[in-house]
């Protein structure tokens, strides 16, 4: 179950719905402008800016909750961290060997707290575990029609005739998967079985969908 909040960021520009779910996950959906960016550069730019919000949400969801671990989140880190969400090289955010986000955590485990980015066109997703001993993935996508969708609709073991909004549904969660849990054969992930699994509100013409798995 999803319940809609702010965590004090519910005035930032382009803010469009930020949501806790039970299993001790947070999620946030941001539009940057009218833009509908697809050069590389441009894609670059989104990636930064997603960086930016999930350290932001980071901080904010330790601040505002009473319920939350507090000490779980670190204020501080080299100037080489990616999330500098308060331009001070400060960020909590940073990126294991695999390239997975990860919100540092300073409790007396040490445990660092997952985190997962997603950004299509002009919408930013950014989604982070509140508790340690569980995955999040989340993954959206601009559901556009002059993609091959017959073709990239069998390599998600789907059937060719799917739908548009079948296909792209079925490519976010296979991508939320991935990112939830590094597993890439999408039969190999028939065998995962998700704590929770959320299809976030987003803008018209977009899918997505969020995955959260045990360690």
Known sequence: MATSTTFGIGNLTGMTHCSALDEGVVYAIRTHGS????????????????????????????????????????????????????????????????????????????????????????????????????????????????????DMAEQLLLPRSASLDGFYQAWCRYEAVFKATGIIDPQAQKRVSPIEEHVPKLPAGFAGHLVVTAF
């Open 35 to 150: 833009e509908l960016p697809t050069a590389r550069s441009s894609r670059r730019e989104m990636s930064a800016l997603a960086y930016e919000f999930l350290g932001l949400l980071a901080r904010k969801v330790i601040s505002e909750s009473a319920d939350l671990p507090r000490a779980g989140i670190q204020d501080a880190g080299p100037h080489n961290d990616i999330g500098h969400d308060l331009g001070d090289g400060q960020g909590p955010v940073f990126k294991d060997a695999d390239g997975r986000p990860w919100v540092r955590g300073t409790g007396r485990d040490g445990a660092n707290l997952s985190a997962s980015i997603s950004h299509s066109r002009h919408v930013i997703a950014v989604a982070l575990a509140t508790r340690p001993g569980i995955s999040v993935g989340i993954d959206i996508e601009y559901k556009d029609a002059r993609r091959p969708v017959a």
